[in-house]
């Protein structure tokens, strides 16, 4: 299953809104530094979707705002 997200990095709230079933937008804390809030935006998934953190792959967008992560089950 394939997952998009918007990711808004180092927000003063962390915040998550789902726009579609497949489709989010995250606002974290964490800066857009070295990965910090790409991890921070996977775990917040993870948490809302209830399965474990390293079952969501990100697939494209490391670099970007917009990101499609994997579910791997």
């Known amino acids: 299953?394939?997952?998009k997200v918007k990711v808004h990095a180092g927000q003063k709230r962390a915040k998550?809104?789902?726009k579609k079933p497949d489709t989010f937008e995250l606002w974290v804390l964490a800066p857009a530094e070295q990965g910090r809030a790409n991890d921070e935006a996977r775990?917040?998934?993870?948490?809302?979707?209830?399965?474990?953190?390293?079952?969501?792959?990100?697939?494209?967008?490391?670099?970007?705002p917009a990101k499609i992560f994997e579910l791997k089950e």
């Not at 917040?44 to 970007?64: D, N, Q, S, V, Y």
Request: hydrophobic share 55%; glycine share 8%; net charge positive.
């Open 43 to 64: 775990q917040t998934l993870a948490a809302h979707l209830g399965c474990e953190a390293k079952k969501l792959f990100l697939i494209k967008g490391a670099t970007m």
């Open 16 to 18: 998550l809104v789902q």
């Open 1 to 3: 299953m394939f997952i």
